[in-house]
């Protein structure tokens, strides 16, 4: 499955809009009827607007109806070239928080492996109402 998730990244990786940082990223979501959903990030002039891959693909699937989800991979890298593992910023974490058990699974790739984190491991004692 993970070399499906890096599949479906790698295609919309070109997709990302990132004229600021030439930071490209992208994430393949991929929820608990096997459904996969893709993102990339989306910067604007206006700095904090920007919207990061990972939001962008629970975007995608939650406005299609989807609410339960199992991993996500991500990749990312100066125009596009994969060279180090890209974990989530935090407002992504926390963003995942809302939506997914502890044990969602965080698939990093650095162009050669993968590493699997547990959303717990990578966001300890996130905030919920
Ligand atoms: N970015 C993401 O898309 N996901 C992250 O988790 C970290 C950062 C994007 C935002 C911005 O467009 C670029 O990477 C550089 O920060």
Known sequence: MHQLLLEKALKTLDNAYAPYSNFQVAAALECADGSIFTGVNIENASFGATLCAERSAFAAALSAGKRQFVRILIIGG??????????PC????????????????????????????????????GFLL
């Open 90 to 125: 935090g407002i992504c974490r926390q963003f995942m928080s809302e939506f997914c058990a502890p044990d969602f699974e965080i698939v990093l790739y650095n162009g050669e492996q993968f590493e699997t984190h547990t959303l717990a491991a990578l966001l300890p004692k």
């Open 78 to 87: 100066t125009a596009g070239q994969i060279s180090a593992f890209c974990p």
